[in-house]
């Protein structure tokens, strides 16, 4: 009989103490949520269409030093290396860059555009301006006394005058800094706060 008293106040112990443990980790997860959920004013966002994410990569970096929140714009239809060929004048990309009025479809949206102070745009230039997705994106939201920046990568072009453009055709109530600037080589984090700090 003692010995049963003795194994059921063992299991009563061991069961305390895995209640504690959950209820520990518990609270770890809710800190650690509770960290991740910090409201950001500023959003990086970027499209990236080549295999090798060079806009991507940029964009990762640059919300780092930026302190913030990342979003890429992701085409309904993924771009092929086919619809890239600009090199084709039938191809995707070319068609969608003789016409202005061109507004290839996103696949989702920010949510919380509302908290954005300043929003940093990236993209690849395509016929010396900025593809026309950057413009869907932009006339989703109402960015009216928003601070815009414009950032690209290139593999000759500077920013002309896709910042201008972008402007005029989408977001003119915004507060846009202008020209905005070609970010190739990925450049290290130290390099774009020096750059952040320039805008300020």
């Known amino acids: ?15 305390a103490c895995q209640n ?12 650690a949520t509770a960290t991740d959920s910090v409201a950001r004013t500023t959003l990086v966002a970027y499209f990236s269409a080549s295999e090798a994410h ?3 990569q940029v964009a990762k970096t640059l919300a780092e030093a930026a302190d913030a929140d990342l979003f890429e714009i992701v085409p309904e239809q993924v771009y092929t290396a086919e619809d890239l060929d600009w090199h084709n004048e039938n191809s995707r990309s070319s068609v969608e860059m003789k016409d202005s009025t061109a507004r290839p479809a996103v ?13 940093y745009v990236g993209f690849p230039i395509w016929w010396y301006t900025a593809p026309r997705i950057i413009n869907t994106f932009l006339e989703q939201y109402d960015l009216s006394g928003k601070t815009i920046i414009p950032f690209a990568t290139s593999g000759g072009s500077d920013m002309g005058k896709s910042g ?12 846009w ?21 320039t805008l300020k």
Do not use: C, F, H, R
């Open 164 to 175: 201008e453009d972008l402007q005029k055709a989408s977001a003119p109530a915004a507060n």
């Open 1 to 15: 009989m003692k010995k049963l008293a003795s194994l059921l106040l063992v299991a009563l112990m061991l069961g």
């Open 177 to 197: 800094i202008l020209p905005g600037k070609v970010l190739n080589g990925n450049p290290p984090v130290d390099s774009l706060k020096t750059w952040i700090a």
């Open 107 to 119: 696949a989702s949206k920010v949510e919380n555009m509302a908290q954005y102070n300043t929003i």
């Open 20 to 31: 504690s443990t959950q209820n520990s980790n518990n609270a770890t997860q809710n800190v």
């Open 54 to 56: 060079i806009t991507a």
